[in-house]
């Protein structure tokens, strides 16, 4: 029951985002409530993946539901960011962190073989830094609306930015782990055309 709620809690911050985006953007829901729902789903992120560990219900499929979960959240929001304040440096920012995170959860679903007990799912400390610089950044600009802060829109810029500098380097970290398994996918590839021919 408990891992059924923990895995619930996860899928929420996906499914909710979207509508919590509608919600705002037609004017249902205030620039308090919006950055305060907000919030409560950045916190959702370190929330499931805490109790999880707690209570010993870690499993392959909560680490890819929570990983695809991260990736429409901060999507979501980074887009809907640039539909509120187009300009180019934010395309710029919000395109490459976008571009950086579809690479990486291709990488995550690619059929790389397993490597003993490694969970292929795992996140490094610097992905965990970059996830949270990207929450952060976020939380400014929802700040920016409710307080109208010009102030608070720059800071966040500044923080999406340091964010969009620890994902490439996370990124780049993630794909020199998995240089092994690539090399086992190649062999296993050749060895099968070899096999077939």
Same mark, same amino acid.
């Given at each position: 029951?408990?891992? /059924?709620?923990?895995?619930?809690?996860?899928?929420?911050?996906?499914?909710?985002?979207?509508?919590?985006?509608?919600?705002?953007?037609?004017?249902?829901? &205030?620039?308090?409530?919006?950055?305060?729902? *907000?919030?409560?789903?950045?916190?959702?992120?370190?929330?499931?993946? /805490?109790?999880?560990? =707690? *209570?010993?219900?870690?499993? &392959? /499929?909560?680490?890819?539901?929570?990983?695809?979960?991260? =990736?429409?959240?901060?999507?979501?929001?980074?887009?809907?960011?640039?539909?509120?304040?187009?300009?180019?440096?934010?395309?710029?920012?919000?395109?490459?962190?976008?571009?950086?995170?579809?690479? +990486?959860?291709?990488?995550?679903?690619?059929?790389?073989?397993?490597?003993?007990?490694?969970?292929?799912? !795992?996140?490094?400390?610097?992905? =965990?830094? =970059?996830? +949270?610089?990207?929450?952060?950044?976020?939380?400014?600009?929802?700040?920016?609306?409710?307080?109208?802060?010009?102030?608070?829109?720059?800071?966040?810029?500044?923080?999406?930015?340091? !964010?969009?500098?620890?994902?490439?380097? &996370?990124?780049?970290?993630?794909?020199?782990?998995?240089?092994?398994? /690539?090399?086992?996918?190649?062999?296993?590839?050749?060895?099968? !055309?070899?096999?077939?021919?």
């Amino acid at each position: 029951m408990l891992f /059924f709620s923990i895995l619930a809690l996860t899928a929420f911050r996906a499914i909710f985002s979207p509508i919590l985006i509608v919600l705002h953007a037609i004017g249902y829901l &205030s620039d308090l409530g919006f950055t305060c729902i *907000f919030f409560f789903l950045a916190l959702s992120d370190g929330l499931d993946g /805490f109790l999880a560990r =707690k *209570f010993r219900v870690v499993s &392959s /499929f909560g680490a890819w539901l929570d990983h695809v979960s991260d =990736k429409i959240f901060m999507a979501v929001f980074f887009t809907y960011w640039l539909i509120l304040n187009p300009n180019r440096l934010l395309i710029v920012l919000v395109m490459a962190t976008l571009i950086r995170e579809l690479i +990486a959860l291709a990488l995550r679903a690619a059929p790389l073989p397993s490597l003993g007990n490694q969970e292929h799912f !795992s996140v490094a400390l610097l992905g =965990k830094a =970059k996830t +949270a610089t990207q929450a952060f950044s976020l939380l400014l600009w929802c700040l920016s609306l409710l307080f109208q802060e010009n102030a608070l829109v720059n800071a966040a810029y500044w923080v999406l930015g340091a !964010s969009l500098f620890l994902s490439w380097i &996370s990124l780049f970290q993630y794909i020199f782990g998995l240089r092994r398994r /690539f090399y086992l996918l190649y062999i296993t590839s050749r060895d099968a !055309s070899v096999a077939s021919q």
